[in-house]
Every structure is written in structure tokens, then in C-alpha cells.
């Protein structure tokens, strides 16, 4: 990695969806780096995500929470970690407005932990990943760049901007190497059934309706999992310190049309498709400007949106069992008997 002697790295949330692909293309790409993911596994943590890995010997699992100072203590007391990428977060929207609380738990007072401790042992780069969405709603034109105000519409989009301010305070303050990715919707395998395009695809396989809020005229800029995962890479090697870096696929599409294409892609009829109560503050528009990342490091995302759908529901189509068994509940009891609390 350039500027930076990467032998080992600490990645939080690894057991969530983007964690855990980041985690799969990081081992790929960086041979012989240790790689410890740290997780709590919560409802949206599986380590069925990182099947086929647990034999690598430079990757270790720890169980944990990083709004745990004295867990977090121990851990940095046990590696030194030349980088440290922080994707643990609450971060479904719909849930934060049901209960807050655990969005500024983990992600406001977790990042907290985790700087702190950053700042008392020494890190090489400190990556904060963190979303588009803290730039609150856009109009029907023009794009979120660095420099756009922050203006956060759900108790889970302020809480990401407080961590992103966070992050820029111990720089600023501290002197702790941090780096701030904000990116657009992410989708591809792996991914919570809860989120909307597994929802929609797990629903319209088992022919049950397909919610979609409001008038479904949301817009959102999609962008491929393993895209995503690259540009992090990238911003971790390559990135300025203190900077801040928009990253999205440039494939704006609105949720309703979006639910179409999957129902295309399955041979299932739009009668599927059910309009619900829009929720509170949802955001008209995300559209990102990515060039800053594009110019400066050389990042572009490889899959096209088309290509990335396809690749998406076919996943689903060929991993039933998996999702299935997320939507019963029946992962989270193995792993609570498979995993004590440290």
C-alpha cells in the first residue's frame, strides 16, 4: 500500500454485508496482511458471510463491541493495527426511527471507542465509512459533492454525520490519521433481507407483495458491492489524510422502478407491487459526485448496473437457503450458542 506498511488491519463490522465482502477482496488482493474483524454480531452480522475463509490463517474473528472501551482496550492492547476500517453501524433507517438509541450507541459513541483507542496505541489511517445519506435530500438536479453541507434527515443519518465530525475532530484535535468515505446504495450478495432490493427479490420469490413507500418516485444511486469495496481499498492506500471521499455507481434509478426491473428479471408480475405509508423524512434524492476519487486516485467502478443486477438476483436465486434462514431467525440461534460474549 502506498505510504503505509501494511502487516496488519482491523476491520469493524466485518460480518456485515459490506464488511464482510471488503474482507473477502481484501484477503484476496493483500496477501500474507493480518486481517482482524472485529463484530458483534448482531441481527444483520453473519458469519455465514465469510464462509470459506475461517481456514485462512490471516484472518481472525473477535466477538465484540465497539462501544466496549475496555473490550476495545484489550484488543489493541493484544495487535498492533497499521490501518483500521470502521464499517460497524446501525444502519437501517426504518429502525432508527423505532429506536434511536442503539444508532447512537454504536455509531456515534462506537466510533468514539474506537478513535480514542486509535489515538492511545497509533494507527497508520483510520477509514470512517460512512453514507451519502448525511447529506440529507437533493432536488431533481445537481449532485452531493465533499464540500455539500451536511444535513442529516434520520436519527441514522445523524448519527453517521456525528461520526464523520468525530473523525475529523481527532484529526484536527488529535492528529489521528483519519479518512472519510461517504458512498451512495450499495447492493450485491451477502446483503440483510431487509434492505430493499434482497427485500424485493426475497419477496417476489415467494409471489408475497413488494412494499414500496410513497409514490416509489425515491431516487437512489446504485453501486455494486465489490465497486465499493475497490474505492475503500483504494482511499485506504492512496487517500490524503483528513479528506473526505464521495464514492457512488452513477446508476440513478427510482425505487419503483427499480422493484420493476427485479420483477422483470424473475418473470413476476407488477400485481405484486404494494404502495405503503411513506415513512418520516425520507429523503426524494441521492445522486453522488465522485470525481474527486475518480481524478485524484484513480478509482472508477467496474461493474455495470445491468451486469451487477443480474449478478445480484441470481445470487439470491442460488443462495435461498441463506436468506431464508436469516428472515427465521434460525442463524441467530446457532451463533448465540456458537459464540460466548468476550
Given at each position: 500500500?502506498?505510504?503505509?506498511?501494511?502487516?496488519?488491519?482491523?476491520?469493524?463490522?466485518?460480518?456485515?454485508?459490506?464488511?464482510?465482502?471488503?474482507?473477502?477482496?481484501?484477503?484476496?488482493?493483500?496477501?500474507?496482511?493480518e486481517v482482524i474483524n472485529?463484530?458483534?454480531?448482531?441481527?444483520?452480522?453473519?458469519?455465514?458471510?465469510?464462509?470459506?475463509?475461517?481456514?485462512?490463517?490471516?484472518?481472525?474473528?473477535?466477538?465484540g463491541d465497539i462501544a466496549?472501551?475496555?473490550?476495545?482496550?484489550?484488543?489493541?492492547?493484544?495487535?498492533?493495527?497499521?490501518?483500521?476500517?470502521?464499517?460497524?453501524?446501525?444502519?437501517?433507517?426504518?429502525?432508527?426511527?423505532?429506536?434511536?438509541?442503539?444508532?447512537?450507541?454504536?455509531?456515534?459513541?462506537?466510533?468514539?471507542?474506537?478513535?480514542?483507542?486509535?489515538?492511545?496505541?497509533?494507527?497508520?489511517?483510520?477509514?470512517?465509512?460512512?453514507?451519502?445519506?448525511?447529506?440529507?435530500?437533493?432536488?431533481?438536479?445537481?449532485?452531493?459533492?465533499?464540500?455539500?453541507?451536511?444535513?442529516?434527515?434520520?436519527?441514522?443519518?445523524?448519527?453517521?454525520?456525528?461520526?464523520?465530525?468525530?473523525?475529523?475532530?481527532?484529526?484536527?484535535?488529535?492528529?489521528?490519521?483519519?479518512?472519510?468515505?461517504?458512498?451512495?446504495?450499495?447492493?450485491?450478495?451477502?446483503?440483510?433481507?431487509?434492505?430493499?432490493?434482497?427485500?424485493?427479490?426475497?419477496?417476489?420469490?415467494?409471489?408475497?407483495?413488494?412494499?414500496?413507500?410513497?409514490?416509489?418516485?425515491?431516487?437512489?444511486?446504485?453501486?455494486?458491492?465489490?465497486?465499493?469495496?475497490?474505492?475503500?481499498?483504494?482511499?485506504?492506500?492512496?487517500?490524503?489524510?483528513?479528506?473526505?471521499?464521495?464514492?457512488?455507481?452513477?446508476?440513478?434509478?427510482?425505487?419503483?422502478?427499480?422493484?420493476?426491473?427485479?420483477?422483470?428479471?424473475?418473470?413476476?408480475?407488477?400485481?405484486?407491487?404494494?404502495?405503503?405509508?411513506?415513512?418520516?423524512?425520507?429523503?426524494?434524492?441521492?445522486?453522488?459526485?465522485?470525481?474527486?476519487?475518480?481524478?485524484?486516485?484513480?478509482?472508477?467502478?467496474?461493474?455495470?448496473?445491468r451486469g451487477g443486477i443480474?449478478?445480484?438476483?441470481?445470487?439470491?436465486?442460488?443462495?435461498?437457503?441463506?436468506?431464508?434462514?436469516?428472515?427465521?431467525?434460525?442463524?441467530?440461534?446457532?451463533?448465540?450458542?456458537?459464540?460466548?460474549?468476550?
Amino acid at each position: 500500500m502506498t505510504g503505509l506498511n501494511l502487516k496488519t488491519i482491523l476491520v469493524t463490522g466485518g460480518a456485515g454485508f459490506i464488511g464482510s465482502n471488503f474482507i473477502r477482496t481484501f484477503l484476496d488482493k493483500h496477501k500474507g496482511v493480518e486481517v482482524i474483524n472485529l463484530d458483534k454480531l448482531t441481527y444483520a452480522g453473519n458469519l455465514e458471510s465469510l464462509h470459506g475463509i475461517d481456514g485462512n490463517p490471516s484472518y481472525h474473528f473477535y466477538r465484540g463491541d465497539i462501544a466496549d472501551e475496555a473490550f476495545v482496550r484489550r484488543l489493541f492492547n493484544e495487535w498492533h493495527f497499521d490501518a483500521l476500517v470502521n464499517f460497524a453501524a446501525e444502519s437501517h433507517v426504518d429502525r432508527s426511527i423505532l429506536g434511536p438509541s442503539a444508532f447512537i450507541d454504536t455509531n456515534v459513541r462506537g466510533t468514539m471507542v474506537l478513535l480514542e483507542a486509535a489515538r492511545e496505541f497509533g494507527v497508520g489511517r483510520f477509514l470512517q465509512v460512512s453514507t451519502d445519506e448525511v447529506y440529507g435530500s437533493l432536488g431533481q438536479t445537481g449532485k452531493f459533492t465533499e464540500s455539500t453541507h451536511i444535513s442529516p434527515n434520520s436519527p441514522y443519518s445523524a448519527s453517521k454525520a456525528s461520526a464523520d465530525m468525530l473523525a475529523r475532530a481527532w484529526w484536527k484535535t488529535f492528529g489521528v490519521p483519519t479518512l472519510i468515505t461517504r458512498c451512495s446504495n450499495n447492493y450485491g450478495p451477502f446483503q440483510f433481507p431487509e434492505k430493499f432490493i434482497p427485500l424485493m427479490i426475497a419477496n417476489a420469490l415467494r409471489n408475497k407483495k413488494l412494499p414500496i413507500y410513497g409514490d416509489g418516485m425515491n431516487v437512489r444511486d446504485w453501486i455494486y458491492v465489490e465497486d465499493h469495496c475497490e474505492a475503500i481499498d483504494v482511499v485506504l492506500s492512496k487517500g490524503k489524510i483528513g479528506e473526505v471521499y464521495n464514492i457512488g455507481g452513477g446508476n440513478e434509478i427510482a425505487n419503483i422502478e427499480m422493484a420493476r426491473l427485479i420483477l422483470s428479471k424473475l418473470g413476476k408480475p407488477e400485481s405484486l407491487l404494494e404502495f405503503v405509508k411513506d415513512r418520516p423524512g425520507h429523503d426524494r434524492r441521492y445522486a453522488m459526485d465522485s470525481s474527486k476519487v475518480e481524478i485524484e486516485l484513480g478509482w472508477k467502478p467496474n461493474q455495470s448496473f445491468r451486469g451487477g443486477i443480474d449478478l445480484t438476483v441470481n445470487w439470491y436465486i442460488k443462495n435461498e437457503n441463506w436468506w431464508k434462514r436469516i428472515i427465521s431467525g434460525e442463524y441467530q440461534k446457532y451463533y448465540k450458542l456458537q459464540y460466548e460474549e468476550r
